[in-house]
C-alpha cells in the first residue's frame, strides 16, 4: 500500500491551496484518513480527520478555513485550505487507516509528505 500526496507549493498569505492523497495497492478497506502537518522543530500535529462515513474533524486552528474531503471510490483525501497564513507553512503528510484484506489488522499508512510555504 502506497499514499501519494501531492499538491503542495508556496502561497501568500491569504492564498488557497489544495492537497491530494491518493492511495493504492492491496486495499481491502480505507477507515479514517487524515492530514497531519510538521513544522520545522515542532512536533507533528493533526490537522484534520475524516471517517469512512464522513465525519470531519479539525485541529481548532484550521477550523473555518480548512476542509477535507474523501472520494471513496478513488481511495484519495483531499484537504482544500483557505485563507492561508504564515504558520501554516509546514510538510504536510496524509494517513490512512487501511486494512490489506478482510482477516488482516488495520494498519496505519503514511504519504511522502507535502511542503507547504506560506509567505508574508
Known amino acids: 500500500v502506497q499514499l501519494q500526496a501531492s499538491g503542495g507549493g508556496l502561497v501568500q498569505t491569504g492564498g488557497s491551496l489544495r492537497l491530494s492523497c491518493a492511495a493504492s495497492g492491496s486495499i481491502f478497506s480505507i477507515n479514517t484518513m487524515g492530514w497531519y502537518r510538521q513544522a520545522p522543530g515542532k512536533q507533528r500535529e493533526l490537522v484534520a480527520t475524516i471517517s469512512s462515513s464522513g465525519v470531519r474533524n479539525y485541529a481548532d486552528s484550521v477550523k473555518g478555513r480548512f476542509t477535507i474531503s474523501r472520494d471513496n471510490a478513488k481511495n484519495t483525501v483531499y484537504l482544500q485550505m483557505s485563507s492561508l497564513k504564515p504558520e501554516d507553512t509546514a510538510v504536510y503528510y496524509c494517513?490512512?487507516?487501511?486494512?490489506?484484506?478482510?482477516?488482516?489488522?488495520?494498519?496505519?499508512?503514511w504519504g511522502q509528505g507535502t511542503q507547504v510555504t506560506v509567505s508574508s
Open positions: 494517513n490512512g487507516d487501511i486494512k490489506e484484506g478482510y482477516y488482516r489488522p488495520r494498519k496505519d499508512y
